[in-house]
């Protein structure tokens, strides 16, 4: 089965969404980005029913590889540097790079040796999606076990107690849903954008690959500053302050690039862009009539 696409039919004409759809995630619509949104959509395609055999697969395998490939290979990386565990370099730094490099490896084997193919921008966001929570769930397994070895210990002249293991470990069991996982739905449409343009750019800019995974490195490295900056405080006010400062705006642009609106119970619907835009678009127009 090859769900590759050998020719690239050009799109259907972009239509104003309904009034259904802009209303569907319960708040307003927006169009930050329509330029790059509609650079999306010229690198999307339909797929067949016989994809939706394969999409939990793909998924759960991602779910897998994060959990696994991912995590133990940037793990190996960040003991290689000898850095401490404390050192700012290594958390801000170090540890953002390798673990995004890495989850886009787990993302890039489920594309194209499971699902063949990305076919747009929400599959692509779904299956960073799972890489980044298989990721996330390993990391809080290891990081609780290392908590709860520091209980009654001394760290930096304080007494490690009981209390403040259980809200460390809480916070980071809260804070999955606003870390690992939007990051790596950037780093999904990255590679969405990086397969489709090695088939056909469609006249779509080089840069757009590079965007959503440079972003998704943006958002993990200004998560973890802020973090290690407040790290005196409650672990559940630096998660609300890192979710309110970051997550907030980040999710709110992740939502734009998606279309702007979305339903979960549809999310995987294709995207249609405004007509209004429709004009900025590259597409060939159609042939003229014949002559009478």
Same mark, same amino acid.
Request: proline residues 9%.
């Given at each position: 089965m090859n769900?590759?696409?050998s020719n690239?039919?050009?799109p259907p004409p972009p239509q104003a969404p309904s009034?259904?759809?802009?209303?569907?995630?319960?708040v307003p619509g927006t169009n930050l980005f329509p330029n790059i949104r509609l650079n999306l959509t010229r690198l999307e395609f339909g797929v067949q029913g016989i994809f939706s055999a394969i999409l939990k697969k793909g998924l759960l395998l991602a779910l897998?590889?994060?959990a696994t490939l991912s995590f133990a290979l940037s793990f190996v990386v960040q003991l290689a540097t000898g850095l401490p565990a404390t050192d700012f370099a290594l958390l801000a730094i170090v540890a953002p790079i390798s673990e995004e490099i890495f989850k886009g490896l787990s993302i890039l084997i489920v594309a194209i040796f499971i699902w063949k193919t990305i076919p747009s921008r929400r599959y692509g966001a779904l299956l960073g999606a799972a890489a980044g929570l298989g990721f996330s769930l390993a990391e809080?397994?290891?990081?609780?076990?290392?908590?709860?070895s520091l209980s009654g210990q001394v760290v930096n002249g304080q007494v490690i107690s009981g209390d403040l293991v259980a809200q460390?470990?809480?916070? $980071?069991? @809260?804070?999955? #849903?606003?870390?690992?996982?939007?990051?790596?739905?950037?780093?999904?449409?990255?590679v969405f954008v990086f397969l489709s343009q090695r088939k056909n750019s469609r006249n779509t800019p080089s840069w757009l690959a590079f965007l959503f995974p440079l972003v998704g490195l943006c958002i993990h490295i200004l998560w973890n500053s802020i973090?290690?900056?407040?790290?005196?405080?409650?672990?559940?006010?630096?998660?609300?302050?890192?979710?309110?400062?970051?997550f907030t705006p980040f999710a709110i642009m992740f939502r734009d690039f998606l279309g702007g609106?979305?339903?979960?119970?549809?999310?995987? $619907?294709? @995207?249609?862009? #405004?007509?209004?835009?429709?004009?900025t678009s590259s597409f060939p127009p159609p042939p003229p009539p014949p002559p009478l």
């Amino acid at each position: 089965m090859n769900l590759a696409r050998s020719n690239y039919p050009p799109p259907p004409p972009p239509q104003a969404p309904s009034k259904t759809a802009k209303n569907a995630f319960h708040v307003p619509g927006t169009n930050l980005f329509p330029n790059i949104r509609l650079n999306l959509t010229r690198l999307e395609f339909g797929v067949q029913g016989i994809f939706s055999a394969i999409l939990k697969k793909g998924l759960l395998l991602a779910l897998l590889l994060g959990a696994t490939l991912s995590f133990a290979l940037s793990f190996v990386v960040q003991l290689a540097t000898g850095l401490p565990a404390t050192d700012f370099a290594l958390l801000a730094i170090v540890a953002p790079i390798s673990e995004e490099i890495f989850k886009g490896l787990s993302i890039l084997i489920v594309a194209i040796f499971i699902w063949k193919t990305i076919p747009s921008r929400r599959y692509g966001a779904l299956l960073g999606a799972a890489a980044g929570l298989g990721f996330s769930l390993a990391e809080n397994i290891v990081y609780s076990i290392s908590y709860a070895s520091l209980s009654g210990q001394v760290v930096n002249g304080q007494v490690i107690s009981g209390d403040l293991v259980a809200q460390l470990v809480a916070a $980071r069991w @809260v804070g999955i #849903p606003f870390m690992h996982v939007l990051w790596s739905a950037f780093i999904g449409i990255g590679v969405f954008v990086f397969l489709s343009q090695r088939k056909n750019s469609r006249n779509t800019p080089s840069w757009l690959a590079f965007l959503f995974p440079l972003v998704g490195l943006c958002i993990h490295i200004l998560w973890n500053s802020i973090a290690i900056a407040l790290s005196s405080l409650n672990p559940f006010v630096t998660i609300i302050i890192d979710v309110l400062i970051i997550f907030t705006p980040f999710a709110i642009m992740f939502r734009d690039f998606l279309g702007g609106h979305f339903n979960f119970t549809d999310f995987l $619907r294709p @995207v249609q862009e #405004p007509m209004q835009y429709q004009q900025t678009s590259s597409f060939p127009p159609p042939p003229p009539p014949p002559p009478l």
